[in-house]
């Protein structure tokens, strides 16, 4: 399948001009850069050769900002004004923070806008200006690195992020002044670093326990094509728990009690760096020496192991819960890719092993596994690859319809769907006669045309006459690999046909696109009820419109005066509501016109079928 490069207007790359693009994991925890150096994809080290960046941000009095270790490093002592973890925040709105709020060290400021503030000794922060900080700082180190200007970023996010929480990454990306070609899911990254993207289609398992959360996604390729079949964990579940175990661990065997907040931090530190050293030995000594007690042991992995068994048996009913929901069992899967820090736990990957019975993907580093895909599909959509090597797919933002009787959208494709696509669908007249149908292209998650935006407006036109209903008319929509839709209509029984083309992806700023998805979900329930009202004034039109031209043709011959008294008093009646909002009374009046036009209908039939069969024989009849 050929990539999808999808440039902005007027800045189309230069060929043979290469590009420096980047590749950024922005972690709970960690957060990393990476990009293609000489040909191979590598995470990028800072001044001091630190790859990973600690989702840290510290704010000092004077305005100046501190990210990463240093940040980190204060995290205790300066509580208030050192924030971490500030993903969790990321698109949420106050109400959700005020729950979350009470456990965070933090001081929530209420604010007129949809967004939580953070109050800091530096002023007032959202968590967006906060994540542009650690991008910023991401952003500055790659370009020191590459020497030159990013030209752009492919930034993930968790696979389970809503609307909100991807157009909050966005801003926090735009902020610190980088270009997203795209945000890209996390697991679908860590895929695409092992080239499951080019490989046989299959299902494939992401497990990703990193320091505070874990994550369970299982994709399926299809056309080269990841598509998200279930996603699930525990937000509260990862790394920092296996500290705590340990902590917990060695408070009993050194017979202590219970310790202040600053030992059990510096515990939690302690037992951090045993935990890490255990990836590699088989045991190591323990040397605890707080001020407040010292304690000297041995930690081997064989309890280690124990401490955290209960950890990892949650996040194994985690992926079988995952599998449950994408009706799969553990044999479905054809690969298992590890990704998280703590997934270098042994015995992660045993249960992992155990539970999936194949062996996990682990052989790229799994803090860096995401980063590095990121960093694969930041290099294609830069535009530095030949045409043959690109497998990149697009999909449309938003949904594309036309716009049918009574002012409703019918979708002809639906938002999400990849590209290229091209999709029909058959459509017919309205009244008898009628020689040409307007087209109109809209694009919007609303049911009604005047909620949503029109690309465009055509018209067919040199249909034969005919009875409404009779004619069929394909309309069909095709987006190709660059975004572009082209409109086609035609009449079947005619070959009548006419084309249009139409630019749907530009002109639509992602603000726009995230406020008419968002009002497709909050109208919802009304643009329901503005469904079913139009719907019926459609079907209140079309047999009235039938209903007038069956009396003016034979109304008087077949109808006695009172019949046909009667039925002009229901036809007005139904004239009258369909005025009116009520779409129930529309129905009504609907149904009661029809059940005293039936005897009409009747009637009108016996005289057809009399006239047909005056002057021709059965046998003539029996041969049509
Ligand atoms: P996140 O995706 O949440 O930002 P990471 O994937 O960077 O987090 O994982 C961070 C976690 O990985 C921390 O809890 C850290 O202690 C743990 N970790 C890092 N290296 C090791 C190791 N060698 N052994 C065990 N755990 C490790
Ligand atoms: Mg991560």
């Known amino acids: 399948m050929a990539l999808l490069q ?24 960690n957060s990393l850069v990476a990009a293609m150096r000489l040909g191979k994809p590598e995470t990028l080290p800072d001044l001091s050769g630190r790859h990973i960046l600690p989702s840290v941000v510290r704010y000092l009095p004077a305005g100046e900002v501190v990210v990463g270790d240093e940040a980190r490093d204060a995290i ?65 180190r790659a370009q020191e690195t590459l020497g030159g200007d990013i030209s752009g970023a492919v930034i993930t996010v968790p696979a389970y992020f809503d609307e909100a929480q991807r157009q909050a ?22 895929a695409v670093a092992y080239g499951l993207d080019r ?23 299809n056309k080269g094509v990841f598509e998200v079949l279930s996603t699930g964990g525990d937000s509260a579940l990862g790394g920092d728990d296996f500290d705590h175990a340990i902590a917990q ?4 065997e050194s017979g202590q009690e219970c310790v202040g907040t600053s030992v059990a931090r510096q515990l939690m530190e302690i037992a951090r760096g045993l935990k890490e050293q255990l990836t590699d030995a088989d045991s190591v000594n323990v040397n605890v020496d707080t001020g407040c007690f010292t304690w000297q042991g041995v930690l081997t992995r064989e309890v280690f192991h124990s401490l955290v068994d209960p950890l990892i048996a949650k996040t194994v009913r985690a992926c079988k819960r995952a599998l449950r929901d994408a009706n799969l069992g553990p044999g479905d899967i054809h690969d298992v890719v590890m990704v998280g820090g703590s997934t270098r736990v042994l015995r992660v990957r045993e249960k992992v092993a155990d539970f999936f ?14 980063a590095v895909g990121a960093s694969i599909q930041a290099d ?32 002809i494709i639906h938002r999400n769907t990849t590209i290229p696509v091209t999709r029909a669908q058959e459509f017919t007249t309205f009244k008898d006669g009628q020689t040409a149908l307007a087209v109109q292209v809209v694009q919007g998650e609303r049911e009604l045309v005047s909620d949503c935006r029109s ?114 008093q229901l036809m007005e009646a139904l004239a009258i509501s369909k005025q009116g909002e009520d779409s129930v009374a529309i129905r009504k009046a609907i149904d009661e016109l029809n059940s005293t036009s039936e005897v009409f209908a009747a009637r009108r039939m016996d005289k057809s079928i009399n006239q047909a069969l005056s002057g021709q024989s059965i046998d003539n009849l029996g041969e049509e």
């Not at 001009?17 to 994991?25: M, N, P, S, T």
């Not at 300066?78 to 456990?103: A, H, P």
């Open 76 to 140: 205790f002592e300066d509580s208030r004004n050192t924030i971490s973890s500030v993903k969790r925040l990321m698109g949420r709105g106050v109400d959700d923070v005020k729950t979350l709020g009470d456990c965070l060290p933090y001081e929530f400021i209420q604010s007129e806008t949809e967004m939580p503030y953070i109050r800091t000794e530096a002023g007032d922060k959202s968590p967006v200006e906060i994540s542009s900080e650690i991008l910023k700082s991401l952003s500055v």
């Open 249 to 252: 661990w060695i408070l009993k």
């Open 455 to 568: 690309l465009a407006k055509f018209e067919l036109r040199g249909i034969p006459p005919m009875v409404a209903g009779s004619a069929r008319i394909r309309v069909t929509y095709q987006v190709d690999a660059d975004g572009l839709l082209s409109v086609s209509a035609k009449e079947l029984t005619s070959n009548v046909e006419t084309n249009v083309e139409v630019k749907p992806s530009y002109g639509l700023s992602d603000n726009e696109v995230t406020r008419m998805l968002k009002d497709s979900f909050d109208f919802a329930e009304g643009d329901k009820d503005a469904r079913a009202l139009a719907e019926e004034r459609v079907e209140a039109d079309r047999q009235l419109e039938a209903l007038r031209q069956a009396l003016a043709e034979n109304g008087e011959e077949l109808l006695s005066a009172d019949e046909r008294k009667q039925l002009h």
């Open 169 to 190: 990454t966005k801003d926090a990306a735009k902020l610190a002044g980088l270009h997203v070609y795209r945000l890209l899911n996390e697991p679908t990254a860590a």
């Open 199 to 221: 490989g046989a289609e299959g299902v494939h398992a992401i497990y990703d326990l990193g320091g505070g959360t874990f994550d369970i996604s299982i994709l399926r390729l």
């Open 6 to 29: 999808i440039s902005e207007p007027g800045q189309s790359p230069e060929p043979h001009q290469r590009k420096l693009a980047v590749g950024i994991d922005l972690g709970t925890t």
């Open 380 to 411: 294609v959509l830069a535009g530095n690859k030949p045409d043959d090597e690109m497998v990149l797919l697009d999909v449309i933002p938003l949904s594309l319809g036309i716009e049918t009787m009574g002012g409703l959208m019918e979708k």
């Open 357 to 370: 019975g194949a062996t996990p993907l682990c052989d790229i580093d799994p803090d860096r596994v995401v």
